[in-house]
């Protein structure tokens, strides 16, 4: 049984409950982003985590939407807008890399990612997911999250935990519900304790 569809405002026909609970995470991250001052676990595993979301999203999910938005020129431009957002995160995400291996703390770098960031993750919940609820199938969009749990499955072990770790119980519940038992038990008895016993943060 699917869990019940749980979003940021209304609901959906699509169940977002794995959208929101990434974006989440990666606003708990952010706070630890900005107090950093060297080069971390707890970085590598968010730079590469949100590299992957929008690199997910870049090849499986605009494309699809374009097809079937390729005659509404207004909903095309937001498309056009998301990518942009993504495209200029990246450079970002390069310079604060840079500098930590330099032994900066790029400051700056840092403080302009947190901003277009949450703005981006903004943008997209109340602008660009109810375009995708609106326009996909269900297929479609299982057909997006099955891309995005396969360039995920190496990272299983972190990535669950570190999902969990920014989302509230309700939303804990519902991804709890996409993992089969197997799954479930490992990340109750291996997986949340390890993670939960590591400094991510720690320099």
Same mark, same amino acid.
Do not use: C
């Given at each position: 049984m699917?869990?019940?569809?749980?979003?940021?405002?209304?609901?959906?026909?699509?169940?977002?409950?794995?959208?929101?609970?990434?974006?989440?995470?990666?606003?708990?991250?952010? +706070?630890?982003?900005?107090?950093?001052?060297?080069?971390?676990?707890?970085?590598?595993?968010?730079?590469?985590?949100?590299?992957?979301?929008?690199?997910?999203?870049? +090849?499986?999910?605009?494309? $699809?939407?374009?097809?079937?938005?390729?005659?509404?020129?207004?909903?095309?431009?937001?498309?056009?807008?998301? +990518?942009?957002?993504?495209?200029?995160?990246?450079?970002?995400?390069?310079?604060?890399?840079?500098?930590?291996?330099?032994?900066?703390?790029?400051?700056?770098?840092?403080?302009?990612?947190?901003?277009?960031?949450?703005?981006?993750? @903004?943008?997209?919940? +109340?602008a660009?997911?109810?375009?995708?609820? @609106?326009?996909?199938?269900?297929?479609?969009?299982?057909?997006?999250?099955?891309?995005?749990?396969?360039?995920?499955?190496?990272?299983?072990?972190?990535?669950?935990?570190?999902?969990?770790?920014?989302?509230?119980?309700?939303r804990?519940?519902? $991804?709890?519900?996409?993992?089969?038992?197997? $799954?479930?038990a490992?990340?109750?008895?291996?997986?949340?304790?390890?993670?939960?016993?590591?400094?991510?943060?720690?320099?």
């Open positions: 699917r869990p019940p569809t749980i979003d940021a405002t209304t609901p959906m026909k699509l169940d977002m409950t794995m959208m929101y609970a990434f974006h989440d995470a990666l606003r708990h991250d952010l +706070e630890s982003v900005a107090q950093m001052t060297a080069r971390s676990d707890g970085w590598d595993v968010f730079q590469r985590f949100l590299r992957i979301h929008h690199t997910v999203e870049d +090849e499986a999910l605009w494309p $699809v939407l374009r097809e079937e938005l390729a005659d509404r020129p207004g909903d095309l431009a937001l498309l056009d807008q998301m +990518e942009a957002e993504h495209a200029a995160l990246e450079p970002l995400l390069d310079a604060i890399d840079d500098a930590l291996d330099r032994g900066e703390s790029a400051p700056a770098a840092r403080a302009d990612l947190a901003g277009r960031l949450a703005e981006h993750l @903004r943008h997209e919940e +109340e660009a997911l109810p375009l995708i609820d @609106r326009t996909l199938s269900e297929e479609q969009w299982m057909h997006f999250g099955e891309a995005g749990m396969a360039s995920l499955r190496p990272d299983m072990p972190t990535f669950l935990p570190w999902l969990l770790s920014g989302t509230n119980d309700e804990t519940s519902g $991804v709890l519900g996409y993992l089969p038992a197997p $799954v479930q490992s990340l109750r008895d291996d997986w949340q304790p390890a993670y939960a016993a590591t400094d991510w943060w720690a320099a």
